[in-house]
C-alpha cells in the first residue's frame, strides 16, 4: 500500500520591505516666538513636545562652563524655589512628564502628554518657560549634585576617553575641547545669577516647538500660541557659538589609570557637519567598521583575536561639524597588538568595500527605521534635532534618502577624503606603565601621558 504524503503550503519567505518615508511637518511661528512645527501620526495618543532653544553649551559666556546643563536642570524645580516635587506631581496628574537637557548645540525641554490633555499640559510647561525660579538653594543643591556626577563620570574609561579625545582634537581654550557639562572647577563657581542671566537670555524667536502625536482635531497653533504668549528674553544675548573645528593629527595619548586590567581605546577624526552631502557615505563606512560582530573592527579584535567583547564605530554629531569615533575595551596586555589592528582595520576602508557589505550597512541603517521612529516621541526628537542643527524639517527624510542611494565607490572616497588615516587622534585609557613602553614601540605617534 502506498502512503500518500499530504500536500504542504511553501515555507512563507520575507516579501520585500515596504517603502517608508519619515514623516513631515506642518511648519509655522507663533509671533514674537518659537517656530513650530506639526506632525500629525495617526494613532499615537501620547503627544511629544520637543521645545529646542538656541542656548547650548556652545553659547555659554566665558567662565561659566556648565551653566548651560545646570539652567536646564533647574527648570525642573518649576516657579517656586524648591518646587520640582511639585512640578513633577502636578504631570503626572495630567499624566505627563518633562525633562531638560543641554549639549552644545541647544538647551532642549521635552514633555510628553496624552493627546487628550496636551493642551493643560503645554500650559504647565509654558509656566515653567515664562517664569521660572531658578533659585539660589536649588542651584546651589544641583551645583553639589552636578560636582559628584562629574566625579562618576570620570570614574568611567569610556566617558573619559571621550572627554580627552575632545581635549586633543579641538584646539586648545575652545568650548568643544571642554566637558559639555562643565569641570569641577567651573561648575562649583556657578551662582543662581548666572543660571538666571543665561536661561534669561535665550530669545524666543530662535527656538523650535515642535509636537508630534495624533493631532487629529487639536489646534496645535492656537495651544502653543496661548501657552508661550508674554515669554520674553529677559538679558543680554548671548556670545555667538564656539565654533572652532577638530585639528588633525597623528596623536597617541594615554590616560594613566595604574592597575587598570584594561585598555579603553577610543580613536577619533573630525568630519563635516550632516548638512554635508557625504554624511550618509561615512555613516555607513562606520557601520562597515564597526556596526555590528560581523563588522571589520568586531570580525578582526573580537573574532580573530580575541582582544575585546566588542569595538563600535560612528559620528558624532554637532551642530558646525562632526566627529569619527571607534571605541571598545581591551585587554592590558594586548594593548599595544589591538591599537596596531584597529588601525589596520581603519586603513583597510581604502582598499575597497564590497558591494554586499555596502548593502547590508545601508539596509541595517536604513531599513530599520520605521521602527526605530515609531513612537512620537522619537519622531519629535529627531525633528527637533534637525531644527536645532539647522538643517530644517525635510532633513531626516533626506537623509534616508541619501543612506539608500549610497554606493561603495562613495564610501570609500568619502572616508579616503575625510578621515585621514596619517592625522588620527588614539586615546587609550589604562595603566601607562604597562602600556607605554609597547605603544612607543608601535612606531605610529609619539605617545602622551596623561593624568587620569
Known amino acids: 500500500m502506498t502512503t500518500q504524503i499530504p500536500d504542504f503550503p511553501a515555507r512563507p519567505v520575507p516579501g520585500p520591505i515596504p517603502p517608508w518615508a519619515f514623516p513631515t511637518g506642518v511648519e509655522g511661528r507663533i509671533e514674537g516666538g518659537p517656530a513650530t512645527l506639526r506632525c500629525d501620526l495617526p494613532g499615537r495618543r501620547l503627544a511629544a513636545v520637543r521645545l529646542v532653544l538656541n542656548a547650548g553649551a556652545g553659547?555659554?559666556?566665558g567662565g561659566l562652563d556648565g551653566v548651560a546643563t545646570l539652567a536646564a536642570r533647574t527648570l525642573l524645580e518649576g516657579t517656586e524655589p524648591g518646587g520640582g516635587t511639585a512640578l513633577t506631581a502636578a504631570f503626572e496628574r495630567l499624566g505627563a512628564s518633562m525633562h531638560a537637557s543641554a549639549d552644545l548645540t541647544a538647551l532642549r525641554i521635552a514633555l510628553d502628554a496624552p493627546v487628550t490633555r496636551l493642551g493643560a499640559a503645554l500650559e504647565l510647561l509654558a509656566e515653567v518657560v515664562r517664569a521660572p525660579a531658578l533659585a539660589d538653594a536649588d542651584v546651589r543643591r544641583l551645583v553639589r549634585e552636578r560636582l559628584e556626577e562629574i566625579a562618576q563620570e570620570d570614574a568611567d574609561?569610556?566617558?573619559?576617553?571621550?572627554?580627552?579625545?575632545?581635549?586633543r582634537l579641538f584646539?586648545?581654550?575652545?568650548?568643544?575641547?571642554?566637558?559639555?557639562?562643565?569641570?569641577?572647577?567651573?561648575?562649583?563657581?556657578?551662582?543662581?545669577?548666572?543660571?538666571?542671566?543665561?536661561?534669561?537670555?535665550?530669545?524666543?524667536?530662535?527656538?523650535?516647538?515642535?509636537?508630534?502625536?495624533?493631532l487629529s482635531g487639536v489646534d496645535t497653533e492656537a495651544a502653543l500660541a496661548r501657552a508661550f504668549d508674554g515669554w520674553k528674553a529677559t538679558a543680554e544675548p548671548l556670545p555667538d557659538a564656539d565654533t572652532a573645528l577638530p585639528t588633525p593629527g597623528p596623536r597617541l595619548v594615554i590616560v594613566d589609570r595604574p592597575g587598570s586590567v584594561q585598555s579603553y581605546l577610543t580613536i577619533g577624526h573630525g568630519v563635516?557637519?550632516?548638512?554635508?552631502?557625504?554624511?550618509?557615505?561615512?555613516?555607513?563606512?562606520?557601520?562597515?567598521?564597526?556596526?555590528?560582530?560581523?563588522?571589520?573592527l568586531n570580525a578582526?579584535?573580537?573574532?580573530?583575536?580575541?582582544?575585546?567583547?566588542?569595538?563600535?564605530?560612528?559620528?558624532?554629531?554637532?551642530?558646525?561639524?562632526?566627529?569619527?569615533?571607534?571605541q571598545g575595551a581591551v585587554h592590558t596586555e594586548v594593548t599595544a597588538d589591538a591599537v596596531?589592528?584597529?588601525?589596520?582595520?581603519?586603513?583597510?576602508?581604502?582598499?575597497?568595500?564590497?558591494?554586499?557589505?555596502?548593502?547590508?550597512?545601508?539596509?541595517?541603517?536604513?531599513?530599520?527605521?520605521?521602527?526605530?521612529y515609531e513612537t512620537s516621541r522619537s519622531v519629535a526628537a529627531e525633528l527637533a534635532d534637525a531644527a536645532a542643527a539647522g538643517l530644517g524639517a525635510g532633513y531626516p527624510r533626506r537623509y534616508l534618502d541619501e543612506l539608500r542611494a549610497v554606493t561603495p565607490d562613495g564610501v570609500v572616497r568619502a572616508y579616503a577624503e575625510h578621515v585621514s588615516q596619517d592625522a588620527l587622534t588614539v586615546v587609550t585609557v589604562g595603566d601607562a606603565a604597562k602600556i607605554r613602553g609597547p605603544l612607543e614601540e608601535l612606531g605610529w605617534a609619539g605617545v602622551t601621558v596623561a593624568e587620569g
Open 157 to 167: 574609561p569610556g566617558s573619559r576617553a571621550m572627554r580627552e579625545l575632545r581635549a
Open 300 to 326: 578582526l579584535l573580537r573574532e580573530e583575536k580575541g582582544y575585546t567583547y566588542g569595538m563600535r564605530a560612528g559620528l558624532l554629531r554637532m551642530r558646525h561639524c562632526g566627529v569619527f569615533v571607534a
Open 272 to 296: 563635516p557637519g550632516r548638512g554635508h552631502a557625504d554624511w550618509a557615505s561615512l555613516a555607513v563606512a562606520c557601520h562597515v567598521l564597526g556596526g555590528g560582530l560581523t563588522s571589520r
Open 171 to 214: 584646539p586648545e581654550g575652545t568650548r568643544p575641547a571642554r566637558p559639555t557639562g562643565g569641570s569641577p572647577a567651573s561648575v562649583e563657581g556657578l551662582t543662581g545669577a548666572d543660571v538666571r542671566g543665561f536661561f534669561g537670555a535665550a530669545v524666543p524667536a530662535e527656538a523650535t516647538a515642535v509636537i508630534a502625536g495624533d
Open 340 to 372: 596596531g589592528d584597529a588601525l589596520g582595520a581603519l586603513r583597510s576602508v581604502l582598499d575597497g568595500v564590497g558591494d554586499g557589505e555596502c548593502r547590508a550597512s545601508v539596509s541595517a541603517l536604513a531599513d530599520r527605521a520605521p521602527t526605530e
Open 59 to 61: 553659547r555659554e559666556p
